[in-house]
Structures are given as C-alpha cells and as structure tokens.
C-alpha cells in the first residue's frame, strides 16, 4: 500500500489524486425511453461492454481490496478503454466495506473513493455489486443472508449509506443487489417464513391437507411444517414450496431497492441472477435460485442474467453439436429472461482457453486461445438484440482460481494479449458504436415454467424439444 493510499485509510475525506483526465466527464445513464437499452443523460446510447474486474496474484477468491493497488489499477484501466471497454463490474466486500452491521468502513471507502476517480479519468463507468464473502463474513452476516430479519435490515441500512455517499455520481452505472443470489432451502428463518406462509395462504391445517391432498395429522400442525425433501416428487406442496421461496427472493430485493431509491431515487439498481433462475438445467429442484426474473423485473430498473456453457456437464470444445447444445440453452435462457420487457446485460459470461485447467486434477481437454475466442465471440452475437450489455468474467487469467478463472481472462496473467481480447476489441468497437440490432424472430417451445421448477424429466423433454428448433433455425 503506498503512502498516499495509507494517509486516505485513515482519514476517508483524503483522497489520492486521479490522473489527469483521459477522457471527457461521464453522463449519467438512465433506461431508454424505450425500455430496450440505455442512454446517458445527453441521449447517447449507452451499451456496458467490459469485464468482471479482479487482478491475478491476490489470492482466491481474489482479494479486490485487501490486495488493492492504484496504481497496476490505472494501467489495467488504460488497457481496457483500448480494448473498447466502458465498464467494469466489481465486488463490494463485508471485509472491507461492512464488517460492523449499520456502519461503513472508512479504508474502505477511500479505497472505493479512488477506484471510482482512476475509473471515471479513464472513461469507464463501474458497476458495484456487493456486499459479499470474497474477505470473509463477519459473524453476524453468517446466517440465511436472504432470509434473516437481521440481516435483511443491516442490508438495507448498507445501501442507504452507500447510496448516500454516491448519490449522483455519475460513474456509477448501477448497484447490483448481490452476486448470484439463491433463496436456500431449507434454514431457521425459512422455516419460520414457510409456516407463516402456509398460515397466510391456507389459513388452516386441514386446508393444506386439502390443497395437497394428503391426510392432516398432528405432526403437520402449522408451525411445524418442514420443506419437503429436495428430492420430493412433483406436486402441489413442491409446487407451493417454489412459490414461497419466490415470494422470499421478491422481499429480499424490494426491500434493497426501496433503501436505495429512497437515499438516490436516480440510481439504477439490479441483481445479478444465476443461469438457473430459468429452470431448464437443474440438478433438482432445489438448485433453482428462487429470483424468478418475472417477479424480479418490475423491482428492478434492468436485468441481469450470468451464463455459462454447461448444458452437457462442463464444456470442453469436443464437437460441434456440444457447442450448439449450449448456444440453444443460452438463447432460452437470454430469451426469458428479456420477455419480462426490461434491459437485460449478460454480467458474466466467458470460458477457458489458452492451456490446460488444474481444476479436477488436470482431467480437462486444454483449449486454444482461439477456441475461447470462437466461443465468446458467438455468445455475444448470438444474443445481441435480446441482451444489451456484456461483462466478461474477469479481465486477465487468474492462475490462483480453482475454476475456470483460472485462464479465461482477455489477457495472460502476465497481461499478455489472447486472442479473445482481440475478439473483444472488434466486438466492443461494434456494439458500443452501432445501433444494436433489433431481437430476431424465432420459433420455440413455450418455457411450462411452474412445471419445470419441480418435474426434472418434463426439463429433460423441454430442452431437446428447444435443441431440435435451435438446430433447425441454424
């Protein structure tokens, strides 16, 4: 940590002075009139092209702020406004940022303070997500983190104060609510909300019993209610448990959202939602996030959805058809999750290339730089029209990572270039400076959503039924 960046952690009004401006000031970004996109304040189109910001050689999960250096920052920041980048999404911590509940951590702010000043110099809005686990969990954030009263109400006060802080800062594009958040299945505090639901909705034992149709008994007196067992067979109660945990992830967000419009009523605000927010591969039932996009999306100012190719278990560029499985998921995923007629920004997405992965002992086919290219280069153009924004995950390889991080970076860990930093350069030039193209007209099977949230062979039918269209239109 340099001198300047010490004096600023102890006194959270001194600030490092950013370099001189490279670019011209930042206009605040809004939702297009439309409701297809984004325009700045002056009515420029505005489509988020960049990556996931994190640097190599500072541990796993990368250390973002206990590890933060200005300087190799200003650099990386030089480096992707050459690539064509305008934004960078990045991960606010509870160990740098919210370790005591209701109070915001000086050093931390500072440090955010001058991340924002080198981003917006180098002309990058930053996209800030948070607060999570990459420094650890304080123990009062350790429990049901969507569920717990206790922690719901430290999560609103922590966007009040930060949305507080940065009230119209122009820099940052938008507050992300968390990172892939999941209602758990089965906890304490969802106990207690389960029961009060079935209370709500059912009123009596008798009327569940009814409703599920099985007998009432004393061990199912209300208040004792346990989540069915993850492996339950399809019906009503699995089907009632799936709503509930909806209506759990709706709380959680609206609340969020309420403290932040209340401190910055102009913030955007969003949620970056896990693949399997749209139920067409699951490992069960309880692997479905519970962030239903179309009860997420009138909370929110715009989508967020995350992909990654694993329709066939991990992809490994083996065959054509591998590849064309995972582009047929893609688009029923990107397609639902922009039926709900809100901007929608793929946040995280990419693949390995450039060397063999060690995850797994190894067992992995190394991939070309190119074949990552190839890949990425595809999603993007695949979903262009659907999606209006892509962030890459991570900018450099990440040689410390146990998962694909570990080479799926636009430059070597040694900030050498790869070919999909090429790729990403033309593609960054194209949709940043062009009108994107208008969603292209397809034929597909209609998504049964409440029936895919509980009946695994019903996803099984539905994906090869959606393949066979994709492959057909290709």
């Avoid at 910055?264 to 399997?276: E, H, K, M, S």
């Avoid at 996009?293 to 990654?308: N, S």
Wanted: charged share 25%.
């Amino acid at each position: 940590m340099t001198a300047l960046v010490a004096i600023a952690a102890r006194d959270p009004k001194a600030r490092a002075a950013p370099a001189a401006p490279s670019a011209p000031p930042l206009a605040k970004v809004q939702v297009a009139p439309d409701g297809r996109g984004f325009v700045t304040a002056e009515g420029k189109a505005f489509v988020p092209f960049g990556v996931n910001y994190f640097r190599p050689g500072t541990g796993w999960a990368p250390q973002v702020w206990k590890q933060f250096d200005p300087e190799a920052t200003r650099k990386d920041f030089a480096k992707l406004r050459e690539l064509g980048a305008n934004c960078v999404r990045v991960f606010l911590t509870y160990g740098s940022f919210y370790s005591e509940a209701g109070r915001l951590d000086p050093a931390g702010l500072a440090k955010l303070d001058q991340f924002l000043e080198l981003a917006e110099a180098a002309g990058l809005y930053v996209h800030p997500t948070g607060p999570d686990h990459w420094e650890g969990l304080p123990t009062w954030a350790r429990g049901d983190r969507i569920a717990e009263e206790s922690v719901l109400v430290a999560l609103e006060e922590f966007w009040r104060l930060m949305a507080a802080r940065y009230r119209g800062r122009a820099v940052v594009f938008a507050y992300d609510l968390l990172n892939e958040p999941e209602v758990r299945w089965d906890t304490p505090a969802l106990r207690e909300r389960w029961n009060l639901w079935l209370r709500n909705e059912y009123g009596t034992e008798a009327k569940v019993a009814a409703a599920w149709g099985v007998e009432a008994a004393p061990a199912r007196a209300l208040g004792t209610f346990a989540p069915p067992a993850k492996d339950a067979p399809p019906g009503p109660e699995l089907s009632d448990y799936q709503r509930f945990r909806e209506e759990v992830a709706d709380a959680w967000t609206r609340r969020q959202v309420a403290a932040i419009k209340a401190a910055d009523p102009q913030a955007l605000v969003t949620v970056g939602l896990i693949q399997w927010s749209v139920p067409v591969v699951l490992g069960g039932a309880a692997q479905y996030s519970g962030f239903r996009p179309a009860r997420q999306a009138p909370l929110l100012d715009f989508l967020e959805i995350h992909f990654y190719p694993l329709a066939r278990g991990f992809y490994e560029y083996a065959s054509p058809e591998d590849e064309q499985r995972n582009l047929a998921y893609l688009e029923c995923v990107v397609r639902e999750v922009a039926k709900c007629q809100k901007p929608t920004v793929i946040a995280e997405f990419g693949w390995y290339g450039g060397g063999r992965l060690t995850m797994n002992q190894g067992r992995h086919a190394a991939a070309t730089e190119e074949q990552q290219a190839q890949w990425c280069r595809r999603l993007v153009e695949s979903t262009a029209g659907w999606a209006c924004g892509w962030l890459n995950w991570g900018f450099h390889d990440h040689p410390e990572a146990r998962d694909v991080t570990e080479r799926i970076g636009l430059l070597t860990a040694e900030s050498q270039l790869k070919a999909w930093g090429r790729t990403f350069q033309e593609l960054a030039t194209r949709y940043t400076t062009q009108p994107l193209p208008a969603p292209r007209p397809v034929t597909r099977p209609a998504l049964d959503w409440d029936r895919l949230l509980v009946d695994g062979p019903a996803r099984d039918e539905f994906r090869a039924r959606y393949f066979e269209a994709h492959r057909r239109d290709s």
